[in-house]
């Protein structure tokens, strides 16, 4: 009997190979197992499926793993409103964890003796995916070819074509990767500093003029309400999604760190991650204290990180999770939104938890809790302090 290998497949030319390579070369049976985290439709998974069989796959299997991602993971990113560099919503990269998940459950059933995948070894996503399948499935081994051959995509063609494998190979111009938070783009202009992608890289084009609003409703800090509609989870992002992409918003350019050491640059969309990222921001400054506030961002930063840096199952994550979402129990309301082309502004907030509701007094008009000799008692012993500082040491 031949040795079993599970492949995370995409559909693409270096996962092809592998399919190719994997049952020709090494004479394995290839079981190929695509997890979609929102980023395929029917169309797309059906097709996919049959190529896999064309390419000699034993089995193809698609694994639905958004649900799951959306429960363990946005959320989270959400409450933390968590934009790496300031920039990111970690899109893509925050899927990996869970695809790979997928795909060592399911070598765990079908009793692989292999687990490949088709990443080179330039980028992040081959850490991400050899760690987990380290740590959840250490008794299976991991092979990577795209990556241990040092192939080029014409290599990949050329090889593919002498085993009789007909299709369109011709080269796209720029490199997508598509999920329920958010598309990122690579291509030429990417790889260097000073160019950007241009308006044809974009999936999504512009399709509307003028102004739209929107408004959007959050409870305990999850979406709830899409301009009066109750709906939440998947369903909200993809229509937030559907209506922000229209007027092209969403679109930059993440710059970072990678794993590997190397700095790196890509595109991106994602209209529903910013706004519903930039609301719930929103809304807490109105509902959360200041020290609320500021100890959500260390947090929200370091568990963004984590998640960048394949350190999803540190059990500090779990952790940071737990003081995420308790502090989430007050961040309830709706945010109103105005849609222009490439651009949105927050307007503004209604909550029953809004503290600057509180009647105690309007900043810069009239103060109903103190006097004025309150605040100049107050002032004098807060200038105590700096008062002796710089009477000892005169630095200023």
Not at 205 to 212: C, D, F, R, V, Y
Not at 317 to 339: A, H, P, T, Y
Request: glycine fraction near 8%; hydrophobic fraction near 35%.
């Amino acid at each position: 009997m031949k040795e079993k290998v599970v492949l995370a497949y995409s559909g693409g030319l270096d996962t092809s190979y592998c399919v190719k390579y994997l049952s020709e070369e090494m004479g394995l049976e290839v079981y190929t197992a695509l997890a979609d985290t929102g980023g395929f439709s029917a169309k797309e998974l059906k097709d996919v499926e049959e190529k896999a069989y064309a390419l000699g796959a034993k089995q193809h299997i698609n694994l639905d793993v958004t649900q799951e991602y959306y429960e363990k993971c946005i959320r989270y990113m959400v409450f933390g409103n968590i934009l790496r560099n300031k920039t990111y919503p970690i899109s893509v990269s925050s899927e990996r964890t869970f695809q790979a998940l997928a795909i060592v459950n399911y070598a765990k059933e079908v009793g692989a003796q292999y687990i490949a995948h088709g990443s080179t070894g330039a980028g992040n996503d081959q850490i991400r995916f050899d760690l987990c399948f380290a740590v959840f499935a250490p008794e299976i081994k991991i092979i990577t070819p795209t990556r241990d051959l040092k192939l080029s995509r014409e290599v990949e063609i050329e090889y593919l074509k002498a085993h009789g494998v007909v299709s369109d190979w011709t080269k796209m111009e720029y490199s997508i990767n598509k999920g329920v938070w958010g598309t990122s783009i690579g291509g030429k202009e990417t790889l260097k500093s000073n160019t950007n992608l241009p308006e044809k890289a974009y999936p999504s084009q512009l399709e509307k003029e003028g102004s739209e609003s929107l408004e959007l409703e959050f409870k305990q800090g999850e979406i709830v309400g899409v301009n009066g509609e109750n709906i939440s989870g998947i369903a909200a992002i993809n229509k937030i999604e559907k209506i922000g992409a229209a007027w092209a918003i969403g679109r930059d350019t993440h710059v970072g760190d990678t794993i590997v050491g190397i700095k790196g640059r890509v595109g991106f969309e994602a209209a529903a991650p910013m706004l519903i990222i930039k609301s719930h921001e929103l809304l807490e400054k109105h509902t959360l204290t200041k020290w609320q506030q500021y100890w959500k961002e260390q947090l929200g930063n370091w568990y963004g990180m984590f998640l960048h840096e394949a350190q999803y199952s540190e059990p500090v994550m779990r952790d940071i999770e737990k003081f995420l979402e308790n502090s989430q129990r007050n961040v309830n309301g709706k945010v109103s939104i105005q849609l222009r082309p490439y651009h949105f502004d927050l307007v503004g907030i209604e909550s029953a938890n809004d503290l600057m509701n509180s009647g105690f007094a309007e900043y810069g008009e009239m103060n109903n809790a103190w006097s004025a000799d309150d605040v100049k008692g107050f002032t004098k012993i807060m200038s105590i302090p700096l008062s002796i500082y710089n009477t000892v040491n005169k630095d200023i």
